[in-house]
Nanobody, 123 residues
Framework: VQLQASGGGLVQAGGSLRLSCAASDRTFSSQAVTWFRQAAGKEREFVSAINWSGGSTDYADSVEDRFTISRDNAKNTVYLQMNSLKPEDTAVYYC?????????????????WGKGTQVTVSS
């Protein structure tokens, strides 16, 4: 499975962006997907995850109530709607998938990674 993350960009604090993670394979619809991010000089961190059906989601405390993860399995795509963005949200965002349907929040549980998309939030 190849993953392609897109939708990043430069936005002012308080603004919104929607990231997309598109997969090349229909098996994606049976896989859990997780978004991670890595800011310059920092370790990669968990942001949000969704199970295969979209019926179960998880969020890092830092993005709870601001970010929403969703998926459209007909389009083999997972989305991350990011609202009320803060400068501390600035990072490269990565989507990853695992060969299981249930959520995982740790990077070493992922089987596939997409290339990142840069999100920059100006103050």
């Amino acid at each position: 499975v190849q993953l392609q993350a897109s939708g990043g960009g430069l936005v002012q604090a308080g603004g919104s962006l929607r990231l997309s993670c598109a997969a090349s394979d229909r098996t994606f619809s049976s896989q859990a997907v997780t978004w991670f991010r890595q800011a310059a000089g920092k370790e990669r961190e968990f942001v949000s995850a969704i199970n295969w059906s979209g019926g179960s989601t998880d969020y890092a405390d830092s993005v709870e109530d601001r970010f929403t993860i969703s998926r459209d399995n007909a389009k083999n795509t997972v989305y991350l709607q990011m609202n009320s963005l803060k400068p501390e949200d600035t990072a490269v965002y990565y989507c990853a998938a695992r060969l299981r349907s249930t959520i995982a929040t740790v990077a070493n549980s992922m089987d596939y990674w997409g290339k990142g998309t840069q999100v920059t939030v100006s103050s």
